[in-house]
Nanobody
Framework: VQLQASGGGLVQAGDSLRLSCAAS????????MGWFRQGSGKEREFVAR????????SYKDSVKGRFTISRDNAKNTVYLQMNSLKPEDTALYYC?????????????????WGQGTQVTVSS
């Protein structure tokens, strides 16, 4: 599966952004989808994931209540709605896919990556 992320940008603290990730290739609904991020000088970290048909989601503790992951299997797209953004959310955000829901919690176990989209939050 090929993944194309978009929607990043430069915003102020408290603003919102919605990231999108369009998938092509094998059947989109076969994959758990997720988002990871990597700040400057930091390791890539899990942000959110969603199961194949959207019934189950999970989030990094620091984004719970602010970020929402969703998917539209008819459009082969996964979204990350980010509200109340903070400067510490600044990072390169990556879309990820894997056939295993469990695999999408650690960067080392992810099967497929999209390119990153930069999110910068100014204070």
């Amino acid at each position: 599966v090929q993944l194309q992320a978009s929607g990043g940008g430069l915003v102020q603290a408290g603003d919102s952004l919605r990231l999108s990730c369009a998938a092509s290739g094998h059947s989109f609904s076969m994959y758990t989808m997720g988002w990871f991020r990597q700040g400057s000088g930091k390791e890539r970290e899990f942000v959110a994931r969603i199961s194949q048909y959207g019934a189950t989601t999970s989030y990094k503790d620091s984004v719970k209540g602010r970020f929402t992951i969703s998917r539209d299997n008819a459009k082969n797209t996964v979204y990350l709605q980010m509200n109340s953004l903070k400067p510490e959310d600044t990072a390169l955000y990556y879309c990820a896919a894997d056939s295993s829901y469990l695999a999408l919690t650690r960067a080392t176990s992810v099967g497929y990556w999209g390119q990153g989209t930069q999110v910068t939050v100014s204070s």
